[in-house]
């Protein structure tokens, strides 16, 4: 199972950024998916998480209606849209896959994580 993380970058508070990741070696609609987050000196969060069929979804309080988390079955991609950057929001950023169906707000609920993109906001 290999999970690709792309998208990141550095933009300035206000602006947008959506981040993929690509699934393979996976049945990538059966399983949870979700993007957890880390800022230097900091445990690792969870930002926003996704069931298996993409029936349910959720996000962390601190980029609801900010972040915005889906995917495409065919592609076999993750995404997250990120609106209304704040300079809080800088950290890596990984994607994960569980196998589970339902997804979780911890990090050992998955057991496969991509490589982490970086995400820095400027104030």
């Known amino acids: 199972v290999q999970l690709q993380a792309s998208g990141g970058g550095l933009v300035q508070a206000g602006g947008s950024l959506r981040l993929s990741c690509a699934a393979s070696g996976i049945t990538f609609s059966n399983y949870a998916k979700a993007w957890f987050r880390q800022a230097p000196g900091k445990e690792r969060e969870f930002v926003s998480g996704?069931?298996?069929?993409?029936?349910?979804?959720g996000t962390a309080d601190s980029v609801k209606g900010r972040f915005t988390i889906s995917r495409d079955n065919a592609k076999n991609t993750l995404y997250l849209q990120m609106n209304n950057l704040k300079p809080e929001d800088t950290a890596v950023y990984y994607c994960a896959m569980g196998s589970r169906y339902y997804y979780s707000t911890y990090s050992t609920g998955y057991d496969y994580w991509g490589q982490g993109t970086q995400v820095t906001v400027s104030s």
């Open positions: 996704i069931n298996g069929g993409g029936a349910g979804a």
